[in-house]
């Protein structure tokens, strides 16, 4: 796209979509902004290796304990949707510090925590932290333009990505030398450098008043009544839900191929996030020249080609684990080449409910990919098999790439 037609196509966002003019914003550093987006995922399974002495620490079922992380994930998926629109009534600050205010004193409530009902109900807060992803998004959308937003989503994706990773390595070995309540502890102070650096970095940040932002429901309307914001979100949930397929699905069926090894089976299967890094850079260092749409499409085109050779392989009898695992990496990639620059088309469809936008497409994302692998999960359930998952996979992932088509025909008509 050229800078003439980049001008256009702003315009006419302006003209069609909305007549207001973006407020203002103070650009903070983008590595506080990676840090708000890390800290928001971190907490998700930084625990999960300390389950087990959490549930004897309490005298609790297992399956109870485990609500700290399945409960976790879906307060999260709510609270991203009410975030954004509340800051784009209140702004971007105020929610941020809100959110690592709530998260602080959740983290330390589940230090001290006495009982399970305590410790899952502080762990339940915890999830307030969710919606800083969104609006480090919606703070670089306010202060870049379409193209450099992109840009810079990729970096942010990659602390995002990164920080699930190390969470369970960090947790673990917490938990190993001093007890699984130290965790919370350095989350609590990870919380509190956060808190003080959004308060001297997040400055000028207030959304601009608007109609729309006092009203949540009519602003979600406005926003599901766009083509243009279900092309790009439906892009994002049926990309994630590949992810989820592969999740769910990888240790029934190609977890036997590695001989019932768990080290081995979590190390090929780390390849995907690894990917996700590599896409997340890519989008990040070439995000900037590049279309949204033409961004879209080729990252889609690269997990249905990488799913497809995959499928080819399974089908024909292979079952070296690079020949299964590799083509996964383009699950990876794809993703993260999608997810910048999906968010930064969904929070352009209004640039009044830019919040409300970033909320609502996280939410979508989030329960559409649950969704998808649930449904996934119950085929793999009658049907075990490696090119069972390779063709449910490839299945969403078509349905990425159509989405993916549709959200830059759009681009282009406009």
């Given amino acids: 796209m050229t800078r003439t037609e980049s001008r256009i196509d702003h315009s006419s966002t302006q003209a069609i979509d909305d007549p207001t003019k973006k407020g203002a914003a103070a650009q903070p550093r983008l590595i506080i902004l990676i840090l708000l987006s890390a800290l928001a995922v971190l907490p998700v399974n930084m625990i999960l290796p300390s389950l087990p002495k959490i549930s004897a620490a309490f005298h609790a079922d297992f399956a109870l304990v485990n609500l700290s992380v399945a409960g976790f994930s879906i307060v999260t998926a709510t609270l991203e949707a009410i975030g954004g629109a509340i800051s784009d009534r209140f702004g971007r600050r105020p929610v941020v510090l809100t959110a690592l205010a709530i998260f602080i004193i959740a983290s330390i409530g589940c230090v001290l925590a006495p009982n399970i009902g305590i410790f899952l109900l502080c762990r339940m807060m915890q999830a307030c932290i969710g919606p800083c992803y969104s609006v480090a998004l919606v703070i670089i959308k306010e202060t870049s333009d379409e193209h450099e937003a992109a840009s810079k989503f990729g970096y942010l994706a990659m602390g995002w990505a990164l920080a699930p990773m190390v969470g369970p390595l960090f947790g673990g070995s917490l938990d190993e030398f001093f007890g699984w309540r130290a965790s919370f502890v350095v989350l609590a102070i990870l919380g509190i450098a956060a808190f003080l650096l959004s308060m001297s970095e997040l400055r000028g940040s207030r959304a601009p008043a608007s109609a729309t932002s006092k009203n949540y429901l009519a602003s ?8 243009r914001f279900w092309a790009y979100t439906l892009c994002m949930a049926c990309s994630m839900g590949v992810l989820y397929i592969f999740l769910g699905g990888a ?17 090929y299967m780390g390849l995907v ?7 997340s850079y ?3 260092r070439y995000g900037a020249r590049i279309p949204l749409g033409t961004i879209l499409v080729i990252a889609r085109l690269l997990t249905c080609i990488g799913l497809s050779v995959g499928l080819a392989l399974s089908l024909s009898g292979m079952t070296e684990v690079l020949a299964l695992f590799g083509p996964c990496i383009f699950i990876g990639i794809g993703n993260g080449l999608t997810m910048p620059a999906a968010n930064s088309g969904a929070m ?4 009044d409910m830019v919040g409300t936008a970033a909320g609502l497409a996280a939410a979508m994302r989030i329960a559409g990919g649950a969704l998808i692998g649930s449904i996934g999960g119950l085929f793999i359930a009658q049907s075990a098999t490696i090119h069972t998952l390779f063709a449910l996979m490839l299945i969403s992932a078509v349905l990425a790439l159509l989405a993916a088509i549709w959200a830059a025909s759009i681009g282009k008509r406009r």
């Fill in 220 to 227: 979600y309307a406005l926003l599901l009544r766009s083509a």
């Fill in 251 to 267: 240790p029934l069926t190609i977890g036997n191929a590695l001989g019932g090894s768990s080290a081995r089976l979590g190390f």
């Fill in 273 to 279: 996030p690894a990917g996700f890094i590599l896409g």
């Fill in 282 to 284: 890519l989008a990040g």
């Fill in 348 to 351: 352009s469809v209004r640039s």
